[in-house]
């Protein structure tokens, strides 16, 4: 069975510094998606970024970047020059042949 | 272009009694899926329908169903409930195209209190 894992419940960063959650997962398919999404405390879930498998590049979405490392089968998620309104929950989720995967999230503070 | 309704926000129901929840799609979406969200177990997928049929279903006992109509806007419905389904539950549309890709686009939740 997949899973994802979130090993970070909590994380603060600076703001203007960079920051990077790390997200890990298994599974044994060789075809899938990986995303980032933002829960604002105002609760509504929001792509921050999206992955193909089949794809090496690590995909970028302006300040919001992945390093996804298909063979560790890490993805993490990289933002730079943290700003207040990153302060959010952020799930990792993995979408295969028959499911959707949420990792537990991370709950990000912005230190101003 | 409307995002994803979920109805109702709030509601409050005593043990065993029984709730329907409400979401519609954006339009042109024809995939809705669920999904619990509590603090101690994060978010987790109950299930997924297309086309008017469930296509994925989540570990979850019986007692939570649903449904998708003609016009794409679904249902879920939990009987039975117990203090533990307590939780913010989440609806999400998507255009699937055939393959297992495309964004997620939430609503905002409803919020069960079971007393």
């Known amino acids: 069975a997949q899973t994802v894992t979130q090993s970070q419940p909590e994380m603060s960063v600076q703001e203007a510094e960079t920051v990077t959650l790390s997200c890990t997962y298994d599974?044994?398919?060789?075809?899938?998606?990986l995303f980032w999404y933002k829960q604002p405390p105002s609760r509504q879930m929001i792509l921050v970024i999206r992955q193909e498998a089949y794809k090496q590049q690590n995909a970028t979405e302006n300040r919001f970047s992945v390093n996804f490392q298909k063979a560790a089968k890490s993805f993490s998620l990289k933002i730079s020059d943290s700003q207040l309104g990153d302060a959010a929950m952020y799930f990792c989720a993995y979408r295969g042949d028959d499911k959707i995967i949420f990792g537990k999230g991370t709950r990000l503070h912005i230190l101003p | 272009k409307a995002g994803v309704t979920q109805t109702p926000r709030y509601l409050i129901k005593t043990r065993g009694q029984q709730v329907t929840l409400s979401c519609s799609p954006i339009?042109?979406?024809?995939?809705v899926s669920w999904y619990q969200q509590t603090p101690g177990q994060g978010l987790q997928f109950l299930f997924e329908?297309?086309?008017?049929?469930?296509?994925n279903k989540g570990n979850f006992p019986g007692r939570f169903s649903g449904r998708q109509f003609s016009n794409s806007r679904s249902e879920m419905n939990v009987s039975t409930l117990e203090l533990g389904d307590s939780a913010l539950y989440l609806c999400?549309?998507?255009?699937?195209?055939?393959?297992?890709?495309?964004?997620?686009?939430f609503g905002e939740g409803s919020r069960l209190t079971v007393l």
């Open positions: 329908y297309f086309s008017e049929t469930q296509r």
């Open positions: 999400a549309s998507t255009r699937l195209t055939g393959t297992n890709t495309g964004e997620l686009f």
């Open positions: 339009s042109g979406h024809r995939s």
């Open positions: 599974t044994s398919e060789s075809d899938y998606y």
